[in-house]
Structures are given as C-alpha cells and as structure tokens.
C-alpha cells in the first residue's frame, strides 16, 4: 500500500471542502483533523458499528469514477439533525436511533447532496480540469462491511481518513474512496 504527496493534497483538501460546506449548511462547527491517505486495492469497511456511505460519481470525460464517504450512523445522523435545525438536546437522544424516520432519511439525501457537491469543487485538480461529481445517494452499511458502489475488485482505491468533530460531539472517523486517476502515479 502506498500513496503520494499529491493523494494527501487532494484528500486534505477535500475533507476541508466537505467540513467548511457541511458546516456552512448546519450553521454548527464540522472541525477535521488529522488527514491520512493510503492506496489500496479494495474499499475500506467502517469498523465496529454501522456507517452511512454517501456515494458520488465522478464523470472524466468519458470515464465514470465511483466512490463514497462513510461516516458514522451517529454522526451521520447528527448532520442531518442540524440540517432540519433539530435542537442539540433533541439531536444528543436522536444519535442512537437505528431506523430513519422519512424526515431523517431527506435530510441524509441532503447531506449526500452536500458532499458530492463539496467534492466537485476540488475532483478538477485530481483527476482533470473537467471532471464533474454528482450525488448517486446514500444507503446504510453495516459494521466492518465495505460500501456498495461499482468498483472493479483488486483496482487501486485512494482511501482518505480524517478525524471529524461536529460540534460538541466525540470525534469520528470520516472515510473516502476514490479511483486512483489512471494519470497518477
């Protein structure tokens, strides 16, 4: 497994793409620290409990690139709370629940939305001037299960890990999957 100067630009870049847009449309703080990246020939599994992978798209021209960003079911949840303007005390009691209300699950929507859009303005400098990302939705995943998008097994992933903060809430591990660019090394 290896990676470049350029995977941890990008992917430092993209996590604070993602934090400042997020944060912008929850009007509460998304801090993120501690960016890693490594190329890997399989996708990454959340580890220890259930994760919502928001999953894009990425069009290159011709070429069509799939990926995603898992986040915590707690914390994923939590994003979409401050998306409706849920109060903090309602959103506390709300990050255990294990099924999504419909209100819940368009906001999660929203989210995914946010995060491919936020993953737009930064693919140009990965992969070319452009390249375009666009929501493809957002579905459940279970504990130290890989995320569901179309991918090619054994062809080389970029995977980026951040330590995510909203708010007052403990820390999490927010990690996104990309298709190394056929140009990178």
């Not at 990425?58 to 949840?77: E, R, S």
């Not at 506390?92 to 737009?120: C, H, Q, W, Y």
């Not at 999490?172 to 140009?183: A, D, G, H, R, Y």
Request: glycine share 6%; charged share 20%; hydrophobic share 45%.
């Amino acid at each position: 497994m290896s990676t470049t100067n350029q995977d941890l630009g990008f992917f430092e870049t993209l996590f604070e793409s993602v934090a400042v847009d997020l944060a912008m449309i929850m009007d509460t703080e998304l801090a993120i620290d501690g960016v890693s990246v490594e190329r890997r020939p399989e996708r990454a599994a959340g580890e220890d409990q259930i994760h919502i992978s928001f999953k894009f798209q990425v069009q290159d021209g011709t070429d069509v690139h799939h990926g995603c960003a898992l986040v915590p079911l707690p914390d994923a949840i939590s994003l979409a709370c401050y998306l409706m303007m849920t109060p903090e005390e309602e959103i506390a009691e709300m990050r255990s629940m294990e099924t999504l209300d419909p209100s819940l699950k368009d906001a999660m929507i929203e989210i995914s939305n946010f995060v491919a859009g936020a993953t737009d303005a930064v693919v140009r400098t990965w992969y070319s001037a452009e390249a375009t990302c666009r929501s493809s939705g957002c579905q459940g995943v279970r504990a130290d299960v890989r995320p569901a998008f179309p991918y090619e097994e054994g062809a080389q992933l970029a995977v980026g890990r951040a330590q995510a903060k909203i708010a007052s809430f403990p820390p999490f591990e927010m990690i996104t999957m990309l298709p190394v660019p056929v140009t990178s090394g």
